[in-house]
């Protein structure tokens, strides 16, 4: 039997695959198609303060291999999650990780505020990485002071650890790694999705109502691998990796590359099990290959 | 809801742009109303990516019927498929039609424009098991774009047809027809699926004609199970407006909680 578990230091996981943030819902929506369980963890739809209407229509393009969306964090907010989701959720065998968002640092920090105190959450992911609610793609993760700033301000409030989400967005991502790492995060997620567009050439319109958007899905897995092995290379804690991975062999090349757990995205969407078949292709491969515990491969890359 | 990724297709017909597959999947079959949708794999491959909505056409012997056109690159290769070939698909998804008992020995016109007329074949069988009067109103382009009369007859369910282009039956727009229906016999109930400005224009009927009325609202999907907020639409209720997920709370909603979008 392979150990699957990993250790974040401040969460345990029963293995390293969590279903990412804006692609799993709320939870509740997959458990007709797998037992939510079996998975590692969890991270439910970004949250700010009060409801958010998003953006509108069309929200959404396919691209090769990819998807372009331009949701804007429409969301439910803190009250009706604390009150209708989290009851639902707080009795499950596995790890719940809430994305918090928020228009102003105020903001971030009353939504760590308000669900500080509610029992059921591991940990909270800060979202200072969503291209699609500020203009022109702008996020606080773009520069590393508003990052420091920000991540400072949150870990000043929150009785839970914090992993910060980080945007592809950047000439340097482990510089704003770095300078999350300074001011307190637990653990550096990453990456969030790449600024993008598309363009109809028959009506010159763009495909967005938003006109930009973040691209997702397997074509963003080779830049995202690379950031995630600059960043683990970097910063000293744990990193979870994100971009693309929808096999066992992707979650793997994370691991090599120093990710001590993975997030699966878009492919939630195509198949809602697909964290799941993760799961179990990672197992199929340590039997395959002797390796008792998933811990042994992290960071494991040979060059050279 | 479930998933079934060895949905076997029985049978493929072929007419021009459009393609009608008969699949085997008992489970699914089992639980599908009128007005629900499949989320289909059309690749194994992860290009494309996403699975594709498309709408219950009927379910017959057991059997889930897809009636869809060809309109890109899923659809595209979904049509490339043959008898005998397996499917993943999700489903049934969605909320479908109202039934209601009430329609009971009342009108009910099931106006469908060009790919949706799909779900109008279940909805016109569906209401004659409960004891309605349906009527269906069937537009294309052309008479090449109405494949699914005969069908209809067969089945003996009253259709009228409509083409642009007069090329068959009634000549101009379905809604046209639908006015002169509504003006000879007022039905109890207005059912619609096609393109938007169909629908609106068909909503517009209902409300000046003062009977309910719902409509299926079509969107590219991400996932189709309510997860990725990307198929919104303009939806009113108590007064507030909102984009409300229509894979998860639509695709039918009643007439009187659409917004529909302006015209360019």
């Known amino acids: 039997m392979v150990d699957l578990s990993v250790d974040l230091g401040f969460l345990k996981l029963k293995n390293p695959v969590l279903a990412a943030s804006g692609t799993f819902g709320y939870g509740l929506e997959f458990a007709p198609y797998l037992n939510l369980e079996k998975l590692g963890g969890f991270i439910v739809k970004g949250l700010y303060y009060g409801p958010r209407e998003g953006n509108p229509p069309p929200r959404l393009v396919e ?8 949701i804007g964090l429409q969301g439910i907010g803190v009250d009706a999650f604390a009150a209708k989701v989290l009851p639902k959720l707080k009795g499950l065998d596995t790890s719940v990780i809430v994305n918090v968002c928020g228009e102003t640092e105020e903001e971030y920090v009353r939504v760590v505020e308000f669900l500080n105190g509610l029992e059921g959450i591991a940990a909270f992911e800060l979202n200072i990485s969503c291209p699609n609610v500020r203009q022109g793609g702008a996020c606080p993760a773009l520069d590393p ?7 400072k301000a949150v870990k000043r409030t929150s009785r839970l650890p914090i992993i910060t989400k980080l945007s592809p967005n950047v000439t340097s991502i482990a510089e704003i790694a770095a300078a999350a790492e300074e001011a307190g995060a637990d653990a550096i997620s990453l990456v969030n999705t790449f600024l993008a567009m598309a363009i109809d050439v028959g009506t010159r319109r763009p495909k967005l109502a938003n006109v930009f958007g973040g691209l997702s899905g397997p074509a963003i897995k080779p830049i995202a691998l690379r950031m995630v092995y600059q960043v683990a290379s970097r910063v000293k804690v744990p990193v979870i990796g994100i971009g693309g991975i929808s096999s066992g062999a992707d979650a793997l090349e994370f691991l090599l590359a120093g990710a001590r757990a993975v997030e699966v995205g878009t492919a939630n969407f195509v198949d809602p099990d697909a964290s799941l ?7 199929e491969f340590c039997e395959r290959h002797g390796i008792q515990r998933v811990e042994e491969l992290i960071g494991k890359l040979e060059i050279g | 809801m479930m ?3 060895t949905a076997r297709i029985a049978t493929v017909e072929r007419r021009g742009d459009y393609r009608l597959f008969s699949i085997e999947t008992p489970e699914v079959a089992g639980r599908a109303r009128p007005g629900q949708f499949l989320m289909i794999k059309v690749s194994s491959q992860p290009d494309p990516l996403l699975r594709r909505p498309i709408s219950i056409h009927a379910r017959e012997n057991g059997r889930l019927e897809i009636f869809f056109q060809v309109t890109g690159r899923g659809t595209e290769i979904l049509a490339g498929k043959d008898a005998g070939d397996t499917l993943d698909i999700i489903g049934p998804l969605g909320k479908g039609f109202s039934l209601d008992e009430r329609l009971k020995g009342m009108r009910a016109l099931c106006v469908g424009g060009g790919r949706g007329i799909a779900p109008i074949y279940f909805l016109a069988k569906e209401l004659r098991e409960i004891g309605a009067l349906p009527v269906v109103l069937y537009g294309g382009k052309t008479a090449a ?3 699914l009369r005969a069908k ?13 282009d007069g090329s068959y039956g009634f000549k101009g727009f379905v809604t046209g027809l639908a006015a002169r229906e509504i ?3 007022l039905p109890a109930f207005l059912f619609a699926c ?4 169909m629908m609106k224009a068909a909503a517009r009927l209902a409300q000046s004609a003062g009977i309910p009325a719902e409509f299926s609202l079509e969107s590219l999907m991400g996932c189709g199970i309510g997860a990725c907020w990307g198929c919104v639409k303009r939806i009113r209720r108590e007064g507030q407006e909102g984009w409300v997920k229509i894979c998860e709370e639509g695709p039918v909603f009643p007439r009187s909680e659409i917004v529909w979008p302006e015209e360019d």
């Open chain 1, 63 to 70: 691209t090769p291999s990819g998807l372009i969306n331009a």
């Open chain 1, 145 to 151: 002071g508003t990052t420091f700033r920000l991540v």
């Open chain 1, 277 to 283: 078949r993760v799961v179990r292709e990672i197992g």
């Open chain 2, 3 to 5: 998933k079934d990724p």
């Open chain 2, 145 to 147: 774009d109405i494949p």
């Open chain 2, 152 to 164: 209809f007859e067969e089945a003996g369910l009253p259709v009228l047809c409509s083409t642009d």
């Open chain 2, 183 to 185: 003006t000879s016999h």
């Open chain 2, 194 to 197: 096609g393109p938007d400005a």
